[in-house]
């Protein structure tokens, strides 16, 4: 009866060395990078070719592109605003932190679907036309 009693004890104390070396190891590593922005950090937007698609200006720099569901046709005009209405954090991390309304002057509202969101290279933002940049 021995012998189960070491066993265990030797396999808690084996489970106890492993969890406490893997807090050591992932402390060595940098943190995932996560693509996040405050709402209040967003500055503008543009809608290229009147499609699917939303360039969002975030601080001075970064322009983040979002999906939108397919079918949506969206351009921006003069009289033409988008509205993200906040609802919890104010953290924006995914398409799922999006709520979105195209609204116009005249009381019209199309609510927006966003399915993917990601920040654009340095590169990529270069490549856009200076038209289509928000």
Known sequence: M?????????AAAMLAAATLA???????????????????????????GNSNVLLLRVNISDI????????T??????DRFLVN???GSSWICSPLD?????????GFHQPLFPVSMR???KAEVAALPRKDRP
């Open 22 to 48: 893997a807090p050591a190891a992932r402390a060595d590593s940098p943190p995932p990078e996560r693509s996040c922005f405050l709402s209040t950090q967003w500055e503008g937007w543009s809608a290229p």
């Open 119 to 121: 920040k654009l290279s």
């Open 64 to 71: 983040y592109r979002v999906e939108l569901a397919p079918g």
């Open 98 to 106: 999006l709520d979105l309304t195209l609204s116009d002057t005249l």
């Open 73 to 78: 046709r969206v351009y921006k005009g003069a």
């Open 2 to 10: 021995r012998t189960p009693s070491i066993s265990l004890a030797a």
């Open 85 to 87: 209405q906040v609802r």
